[in-house]
């Protein structure tokens, strides 16, 4: 029997923060094998059985999984399924788990345990740039979520070290020096939490590059070849 495997997880009260590995599903190669992207040329039967897989995992009701636009928009969810189009998802359910997909973009949550406010967020360089961070911030804080009893989650992404990018890409981020890594690098994880960070005391960092690591679908280092998508997900319990 197949079972979803962690990449690293966090607890905060009835809220539980999971980033999931690419292991432990039923996606053949070179989705293999927790693929849960429909998006990226896998058989749609076996992303279906892989969320469910994670939904269970999760021991949620129900999953509502992003729809990324690489922008930054925010939807407000109470239902399970494929979100609106956007880079963020907020809801006030329990026992809905919210799954934001990357394979080298970052992943962030935000929770509130006390409020029952949760909240996934993805950023790539175009989202750092957009400030998709502040988005879901502002979306979560009119939610009912309160900022300082917030605890924020980062997810693995790409490191500064392997995210080589072109000297132009890199100077677009002079309002957003903190992504920058050197000249030819970005770090989009420092970008993240920089604006975080300016609103939330608490944030919890899980280690991991998607590039370094056998255990993340990461794109770059897939190399002009499919690859699948893995996830940072929130849910909080409710009995
Ligand atoms: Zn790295």
């Known amino acids: 029997m197949s079972v979803a495997q962690i990449f690293d ?28 992207a429909d998006y990226v040329g896998d058989e ?24 990324a636009t690489h922008g930054n928009k925010v939807n407000v969810v109470s239902s399970l399924g494929l979100a609106p189009s956007g880079d963020g998802l907020v809801t006030r359910e329990g026992n809905l788990a919210l799954l934001a997909l990357s394979a080298d973009c970052v992943g962030f949550a935000l929770t ?22 502040q988005s879901v911030v502002d979306t979560f804080v009119l939610s009912g979520g309160k900022l300082a009893q917030t605890k924020a989650v980062i997810g693995p992404a790409i490191c500064g070290s392997c995210y080589e990018v072109p000297s132009d890409r890199v100077s677009q981020f002079s309002e957003h020096p903190a992504a920058i890594f050197d000249e030819t690098h970005l770090d989009l994880r420092a970008g993240v939490r920089s604006v975080l ?14 590039q ?13 070849q499919p690859t699948g998508r893995g996830g940072l997900l929130v849910i909080r319990s409710s009995s």
């Open 212 to 224: 370094e690591s056998e255990n993340l679908f990461s794109y770059r280092k897939a190399s002009g």
């Open 44 to 67: 749609s039967a076996a992303v279906r059985a892989n969320l469910a897989l994670v939904t269970e995992l999760a021991g949620a009701s129900g999953i509502a999984v992003m729809s």
């Open 197 to 210: 960070a300016k609103q939330i005391d608490s944030i919890y960092e899980f280690p991991g590059c998607t």
């Open 112 to 133: 509130d345990s006390v409020s029952g406010v949760i909240a996934v967020g993805h950023a790539g360089w175009r989202g750092v740039l957009a400030n998709v961070m």
């Open 9 to 36: 997880q966090v607890s905060f009260g009835s809220v539980k923060v999971i980033a999931l590995s690419r292991n432990g599903g039923l996606s053949n190669a070179p989705f293999s094998s927790l693929n849960l």
